[in-house]
């Protein structure tokens, strides 16, 4: 009797606890089911057709944007735009060539930029008539004095194609001529492009350059052509719409967690990597890291480390070139210390081959230490770089020490099949918590340092052999190649180029943006020698260039 009685007191307490333990597992549960189906709601949402594609001032950007400040709005956090969760700005897209821009060679319909396309110094006008050709005719005073012109600057590396231009049309305007159509026999290398950011007067007459595909069908000197031109040209700009929400805990420093929530639309931007009029839903990228900020900045409100503040941006035009970070940190919706800016960018593909990658692990030197106590199922490759194609690049810039988070590119990358039923939702939920860990971790400590990284370099691909080791400004709007920094050790660095100067020619070949920037570097080979022709401040510098 007494020895029964002895173990029903002994089991009470044991019961209890694992009652106790039972609860907790239980709760826990419920909470990841719950983070999960918020998880799927978002991303179904952000991702679904309805809002094509999310590109950048479009009425689905617009329609994900409500998304986010209503969320914010129930869930009662407060608003940190520059009117109210808003902070708005515009994007110069520069020139841009209208649909009626047209070129007819004898009723013949010639295709724009693969045949032909008008000089952005054109005038949008419209004519008709037949062309004397120029070198053609011989009896043409002119022809002698451009063949010998072209003859004698075929070599030299001075010779201003462009200034060369701009001396001809204006003497064959003056001589009653109604267009100028330009082509290259092979005398020297033009390398003429459509120069959108062009900010020069136009022409009074049209001006159009035909490739090599659209010289063919000019190359009967005898035949009687009929040619019809229509130039329209126009500066285009596109509305875009940061969203910002803040928790203020009255603390010194705040911490920034942020992620773009824009994406390709029908691939209007020429940016997606497959082809055709198709929505690109854009699940992945970046409707995942989207709900995953959202699903943090829940956990923050409702039970929040008190020793930092915590501001909540969604960015617009980020794959324009991270405009809409660049434009905050131009323009920050708040005042204070930035401890640490954590950026989630395609977190939504984590499996066994795609890890998730946490870039700006050399940013501080408290970082370190801050992942040794970090406790997560998820396999995790750092990378030290603090700079990369996302948002976070933006605050690095700006000496804030960053995290990156993403789990890695596939095969629907930038293609209309990132869709929302191949998010691993279960991966998704577990870096919001290991997010969320970090902010616990680092509450206890003081402002995090900054360091400088190692860069990567531009031009790391099979189709590169060549590197002079810059950090393109993606936001620059003007001619040439603006810089945002040089690489530590490498050979921009060893030319003296500096953060803020503009390239603008590389040998023979002028670059007026980042992608003819590119192709540019494409042509040269390590051994080679060249010249470099920089802008800085009003001065133009040429320097010599071995690579």
């Known amino acids: 009797m007494g020895k029964n009685w002895f173990w029903v007191l002994l089991l009470v307490p044991f019961l209890g606890l694992s009652q106790s333990k039972r609860k907790i597992r239980i709760e826990a549960e ?20 309805a809002l094509e594609g999310r590109r950048t001032g479009t009425a689905g950007a617009d329609a994900a944007m409500d998304y986010l400040v209503k969320q914010y709005e129930r869930m009662g956090i407060g608003a940190k735009g520059s009117s109210g969760y808003l902070q708005k700005f515009e994007i110069n897209e520069g020139l841009q060539m209208d649909p009626s821009t047209q070129f007819k060679v004898n009723n013949i319909q010639l295709k724009i930029e693969k045949d032909f396309f008008p000089l952005a110094t054109s005038a949008s006008l419209r004519i008709a008539g037949n062309p004397a050709m120029a070198l053609h ?19 030299n590396p001075h010779f201003d194609i462009e200034a060369w231009i701009k001396k001809e049309v204006t003497t064959a305007a003056s001589k009653g001529a109604t267009a100028f159509i330009i082509y290259n026999t092979g005398i020297v290398v033009d390398n003429i492009l459509f120069n959108k950011n062009d900010k020069t007067a136009p022409y009074s007459i049209p001006v159009i350059y035909l490739t090599q595909t659209g010289l063919q069908h000019f190359t009967d000197p005898s035949a009687t052509l009929q040619v019809e031109i229509s130039v329209r040209l126009s500066e285009k700009k596109r509305p875009a719409t940061n969203v910002a929400a803040f ?27 497959d082809t055709g009029h198709v929505i690109h839903n854009g699940a992945d990228d970046n409707a995942s890291g989207t709900a995953a900020l959202l699903e943090i900045a829940r956990l923050l409100q409702q039970k929040s480390p008190v020793h930092n503040n915590y501001l909540f941006l969604h960015f617009s035009g980020e794959e324009l070139g991270l405009l809409g970070s660049k434009y905050w940190i131009e323009n920050p919706t708040m005042t204070g210390s930035i401890n640490y800016m954590l950026n989630m960018d395609m977190v939504g593909r984590y499996d066994t081959s795609h890890k998730l990658t946490v870039g700006g692990y050399g940013t501080s030197s408290k970082w370190s230490n801050i992942w040794k106590a970090i406790n997560t199922p998820l396999v995790v490759k750092f990378d030290s770089t603090g700079s990369g194609p996302s948002d976070h690049a933006s605050f690095y810039r700006a000496g804030v020490p960053v995290q990156f988070f993403f789990t890695g590119s596939h095969p629907d990358y930038h293609k209309a099949s ?34 400088k990284t190692t860069e990567p370099q ?14 393109p400004d993606y936001g620059y709007s003007g001619t040439g190649m603006r810089i945002d920094g040089v690489s530590p050790g490498k050979l921009a660095e060893k030319l003296g180029l ?49 690579f």
């Open 458 to 471: 531009m031009g790391r691909s099979t189709k590169f052999t060549v590197s002079l080791g810059v950090i």
């Open 137 to 155: 005719e011989k009896g043409q005073p002119w022809f002698k004095d451009i063949k010998e012109t072209l003859e004698e600057n075929k070599s």
């Open 247 to 273: 928790i203020n805990n009255g603390a010194a420093n705040t911490i920034v967690i942020g992620a773009h929530y824009d994406h390709l639309g029908f691939n209007e931007d020429k940016n997606a990597l």
């Open 418 to 451: 990132d869709d929302a039923d191949k998010i691993n939702y279960e991966a998704t939920a577990q870096i919001v918590t290991l997010a969320y860990q970090i902010m616990g971790i680092t509450d206890s400590l003081p402002k995090l340092d900054f360091i």
């Open 30 to 49: 419920k909470q990841k089911l719950a983070l999960i189906s918020n998880l799927k709601s978002h991303i179904s949402y952000l991702a679904s057709d």
């Open 498 to 546: 500096k953060a803020g100067d503009i390239l603008l020619q590389l040998g023979d070949y002028k670059f007026v943006d980042v992608n003819s920037y590119m192709q540019t570097l494409s042509k040269f080979k390590k051994g080679d020698q060249t010249e470099l022709r920089i802008k800085r401040g009003t001065e133009e510098i040429n320097m010599p260039v071995a």
